[in-house]
């Protein structure tokens, strides 16, 4: 028994010098290479090859062969004076009629039954082209401010008359006539007169303030004209 207590530990003597004994260089494990992570690990810098094709966007914008992205918001009412607001209204309830997909595009198939419903159908390339002429951001559909660009160029005169674009504008009924601006007859004899209009434009914003102001006048007096009932009926 004393004997083999004995060799135990001398067997674990022997593998703890092992242990502690330095071992050669060509026995130990190689050092690791330290690692760098990507400049962009943290996604605050962009790929190489989001910055090539932001690069090959600028170039084609500077060579005229594509256009700057047009924002999707903007103000119809000052950037066309030369509507009135309630024929902005009107233009816009006629294009969201159209928008079936709610997206706030008309795409070609939208374009289609539009001018269908219009009564002047047009060939597919009919439509494409139609979309071309007026389509700034090369997105293949119409926005609001690029359905308001055909009206702008019919009343400007710079529609062909056998165009889709023109029988678009006049068939779409919205006339200008009913709201006396400049005394024209008919929506397409009125050109542009942006400057002449902005009067105009001022003048109906102050109108739907003081409507609105009326409006709140006479809720407090049916509300006072309510608690006087009241105190009536329980006096």
Known sequence: MASDELAKKLQSRLVASEETEPRPESE???????????????????????????????LDINDGTSAPRMSRVFNPYTEFKEFSRKTIKDLEAMFKRYDTGRDGFIDLME????????????????????????????DGK?????????FRRAAAGELQEESGLMALARLSEINVSAEGVMGAKDFFEAKVQALSQSCKFEAEIREEKEERKRQEVEKKERQAAFKQLQSNFHS
């Open 111 to 138: 374009l289609k039954l539009m001018m269908e419903k219009l009564g002047a159908p047009q060939t597919h390339l009919g439509l494409k082209n139609m979309i071309k002429e007026v389509d700034e951001d090369f």
């Open 28 to 58: 130990q494990s190689p050092a690791r290479a330290p690692t760098h992570e990507p400049d962009n690990a943290s996604g605050d810098l962009p790929s190489e090859s989001e910055l090539a094709a932001k690069l090959n966007r600028r």
């Open 142 to 150: 119409l926005s609001f401010r690029e359905f308001l660009l055909i």
